[in-house]
């Protein structure tokens, strides 16, 4: 079966910073991108970020909302990906899942998500 | 950036009834190379992640009921509940994986009438 499990949110200050840990199995790590998607309380899906394999050079991409702030990195020999956000703001306070893409990158399965909340 | 706009926002179906959700995109998402559309479908409930319904627009996931149907082509899209049940009641979203960065509409919320 394959599973995603987020883990690291918590209580962050404005400013400070906090990193996310998506372990997976189930799958062939090595060989997957693994995607950021966050949901703010009530609100929709926003894309954040991925990372691609290494037979992609483990290329990253971000949005603009959280470039220059949130760096992905992965350790293919613990089946993990993370999240590093630095600079949080109020505005990054969301549920935070990763993802598989399959095939062209539709997304399948989700983890059940990790809740980060930036408050003073 | 390709921008996906759902309608309507809510929507409330009596049960047995059909469910119609439309998703736009503000550009095409059909490649021309494959002739396919690079759209997904997700319903997610109260608590859960989303959860892969209909990718190519129209490819039901495996497991999915068949009430459960996608179409269109281009930039509009609609996701069809044929025949509304109870455990349906979920926000639905589209996505484009055409581009980067990958976009989903906003959400619609369906309830029972």
């Known amino acids: 079966e394959v599973q995603l499990v987020e883990s690291g949110g918590g209580l962050v200050q404005p400013g400070g910073s906090l990193k996310l840990s998506c372990a997976v199995s189930?799958?062939?790590?090595?060989?997957?991108?693994i995607h950021w998607v966050r949901q703010a309380s009530g609100k929709g899906l926003e894309w954040v970020g991925r990372?691609?394999?290494?037979?992609?050079?483990?290329?990253?991409a971000y949005a603009a909302s959280v470039n220059g702030r949130f760096t992905i990195s992965r350790d293919d020999s613990k089946n993990t990906a993370y999240l590093q956000m630095n600079s949080l703001r109020t505005e990054d306070t969301a549920v935070y899942y990763c993802?598989?893409?399959?095939?062209?990158?539709?997304?399948?399965?989700w983890g059940q998500g990790t809740l980060v909340t930036v408050s003073s | 950036d390709i921008v996906m706009t759902q309608s309507p926002d809510s929507l409330a179906v009596s049960l047995g009834e059909r469910a119609t959700i439309n998703c736009k995109s503000s550009q095409s998402v059909l490649y021309s190379s494959d002739n396919k559309n690079y759209l997904a479908w997700y319903q997610q409930k109260p608590g859960q992640p989303p959860k892969l319904l209909i990718y190519w627009a129209s490819t039901r996931e495996s497991g999915v009921p068949g009430r459960f149907s996608g179409s269109g082509s281009g930039s509009d899209f609609t996701l069809t509940i044929s025949s509304l049940q109870a455990e349906d009641v979920a926000v639905y979203y589209c996505q484009q994986y055409y581009s980067t960065p990958p976009a989903f509409g906003q959400g619609t919320r369906l309830e029972i009438k």
């Open positions: 189930g799958f062939t790590f090595s060989g997957s991108a």
């Open positions: 990372i691609r394999s290494k037979v992609n050079s483990y290329a990253t």
């Open positions: 993802t598989r893409p399959v095939s062209h990158n539709w997304f399948d399965p």
